[in-house]
């Protein structure tokens, strides 16, 4: 069974930095891309960044891109989300989610391209 657990969220200045983490039990992630996204209260969920450690691809959305960057660690079979400069806005409920299918080299930037996905962890970065 695969499970994937976020860690990491918590209550932030703006201005100040999270790091958050993502492991997957059950399966190796090596092949499959991983991918975080986020929700916001009263919107949409979003793409954040995508991962596909086999052809080193990693797809930063443009909302977050100079500020927020994706990493992976096969031996622990876990991801990370590194943000810096938080703002006010980028307060939401960040979640990781695992694809079930290999790619190649390709990184899903829609939420139909991953199977398997965490419970998030609350990310809030005050003014």
């Known amino acids: 069974q695969v499970q994937v657990v976020e860690s990491g969220g918590g209550l932030v200045q703006a201005g100040g930095s999270l790091r958050l983490s993502c492991a997957i039990s059950g399966r190796t992630f090596s092949g499959y891309p991983m991918g975080w996204f986020r929700r916001a209260p009263g919107k949409e969920r979003e793409f954040v960044a995508g991962?596909?450690?086999?052809?080193?691809?990693?797809v930063i959305a443009d909302s977050v891109k100079g500020r927020f960057t994706m990493s992976g660690d096969d031996a622990k079979n876990a991801v990370y989300l590194q943000m810096n400069s938080l703002k006010p806005e980028d307060t939401a409920r960040y979640y990781c989610?695992?694809?079930?299918?290999?790619?190649?080299?390709?990184?899903?930037?829609?939420?139909?391209?991953?199977?398997?996905w965490g419970q998030g962890t609350q990310v809030t970065v005050s003014s």
């Open positions: 991962i596909n450690r086999s052809a080193g691809n990693i």
């Open positions: 989610a695992a694809a079930s299918s290999i790619a190649l080299s390709a990184v899903p930037t829609t939420a139909s391209g991953y199977g398997y």
